[in-house]
């Protein structure tokens, strides 16, 4: 069982950035498919980016203002958010998975316990 350590978000105005890290303990999930999903208040949880194999998904949403990334002598990933806005305010949670199916369907072997993004 993987284990997922994030860390970053906050508190910030909009147009403001954040960056948030994902820690794998495990390193076949950090070179495997992992990414951000997120919850907002009265909202159902969606993928927000996500990285498998040498690509990368975003979010409609988030194009081109979020970057993801992974540096893999930490086994972590990263996402850049810029340009935020009030409706990026949400629990982020940094997901894994063995395939990109599971992935994107929220069948994960693990989840983040979650960092808050509040945007005002």
């Known amino acids: 069982h993987v284990q997922l350590v994030e860390s970053g978000g906050g508190s910030v105005q909009a147009g403001g950035s954040l960056r948030l890290s994902c820690a794998a303990s495990?390193?076949?999930?950090?070179?495997?498919?992992m990414g951000w999903w997120r919850k907002a208040p009265g909202k159902q949880r969606e993928a927000v980016a996500g990285?498998?194999?040498?690509?990368?998904y975003y979010d409609e949403a988030v194009k081109g203002r979020f970057t993801i990334s992974r540096d893999l002598s930490k086994n972590t990933i990263y996402l850049q958010m810029d340009n935020l806005k009030p409706e990026d305010t949400a629990t982020y949670y940094c997901?894994?998975?063995?395939?990109?199916?599971?992935?994107?369907?929220?069948?994960?072997?693990?989840w983040g316990t979650g960092t808050q993004v509040t945007v005002s």
């Open positions: 495990d390193y076949t999930y950090s070179s495997g498919c």
């Open positions: 990285l498998y194999g040498g690509s990368t």
């Open positions: 997901a894994a998975a063995r395939a990109w199916d599971d992935w994107v369907g929220g069948l994960m072997d693990s």
